[in-house]
């Protein structure tokens, strides 16, 4: 009986707490900055959760999403123009993501995989453009055929080019562009948008090719780096270019640094000796191939506190050591002098 009425009373503190913070939630209604910028340099602002006002759907495949409410309705603005103009029918397969949930999976990785490989597969609580609400990943439906995965998205790039197109009028940009992973800090992703609430200034942004958030908001500056992939017996361009992309999205965490070049090492990186050297740093990982690439980059006038880097400075020939295992992606195992 005791534990009865003890849990009664826990429900109803819940329920009361739950209700007070409903109540809160319309007076704080568009205090969110939507221009914010979140990413592997910049975390999520203080206060954001308290102030964001959610919505809750079911997606067709029955995932709860969630989005920040002005978000979901231009997201429903741009879904109706793109079934009656394109007949695409675009699903939304994940938004909104609190921290705590970023912790839990950061957790959960971390107990099952190591901390290494977690700090590199899954983003750091805190920094993760999705806690904003504002950043929608889609997928579609295509012949009646839900096209879901990662891997079966990146098949339809004219799909892609028709959702892109009409991104802007609704007031969303495409946020982690192809070749700009060195200012972004990820891979091309076509699937994640993100809402700014603005459609003159997303048309400013998607109109510039190459036009990133953080460049457009005068975060960072461009650089263009020069990527040599010289010749290889080994590899295939498309093996260097996605070792070259792994470097770039770490890149984009040293704070006020410019990417000048990488250019790959050369065939005789694949030694024993260097296999035996990598698969030793991640607590005996099996690793069958190795890539080296050799960058320059240049330090900023004025680095942030605890910033290690001589300030000004051209580092040159600075090393960066990818390896994979049997039937697995490159992993940027090591970088340094
Ligand atoms: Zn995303």
């Not at 609580?125 to 999705?130: A, D, I, L, M, T």
């Not at 990146?154 to 060195?182: C, S």
């Not at 457009?216 to 498309?238: H, M, Q």
Request: with cysteine; proline share 3%; glycine share 8%.
């Amino acid at each position: 009986m005791k534990s009865i009425s003890l849990i009664l009373i826990l429900c109803l503190m819940l329920s009361a707490a739950a209700l007070a913070e409903s109540a809160h939630a319309p007076e704080k209604e568009g205090s969110i900055d939507y221009m914010v910028l979140v990413n592997k340099l910049n975390p999520l602002p203080d206060g954001w959760e308290d102030a964001l006002e959610t919505v809750h759907v079911t997606n067709s495949v029955g995932d709860d999403v969630a989005a920040e409410k002005r978000a979901y309705e231009a997201y429903l603005a741009l879904a109706a123009d793109l079934e009656a103009n394109d007949g695409i029918h675009t699903e939304l397969d994940s938004g909104y993501r609190s921290v705590a949930e970023q912790q839990e999976i950061m957790e959960r990785f971390t107990e099952t995989y190591g901390a290494d490989y977690a700090a590199r597969t899954v983003a750091t609580p805190g920094y993760s453009e999705h806690h904003t609400g504002l950043a929608l990943d889609l997928y579609f439906i295509v012949d009646g055929k839900t096209v879901y995965k990662n891997e079966d998205l990146v098949q339809y790039p004219e799909i892609w080019r028709k959702i892109h197109t009409r991104l802007a009028d609704h007031g969303f940009i495409l946020r982690y562009l192809d070749g700009k992973e060195h200012i972004t800090g990820y891979g091309y992703e076509p699937w994640h948008i993100r809402y700014i609430d603005d459609a003159q200034a997303a048309r400013d942004i998607m109109s510039q090719p190459g036009m990133t958030l953080e460049v457009w908001l005068g975060a960072v500056e461009d650089t263009d780096p020069v990527i040599d992939y010289g010749s290889s017996a080994l590899y295939s361009e498309a093996d260097l270019e996605a070792a070259a992309v792994q470097i770039k999205c770490k890149f984009a965490s040293f704070a006020g640094c410019a990417l000048h070049s990488l250019r790959y090492a050369g065939d005789a990186c694949n030694s024993e000796e260097n296999l035996k050297w990598l698969s030793g740093l991640d607590g005996g990982k099996n690793y069958i191939q190795v890539i080296e690439f050799l960058g320059d980059f240049h330090t900023p006038v004025d680095p942030s506190d605890g910033s290690a880097w001589e300030p000004d400075t051209e580092y040159t020939d600075y090393q960066w050591w990818l390896a994979h295992e049997e039937g697995k992606g490159w992993q940027l195992l090591s970088w340094g002098y």
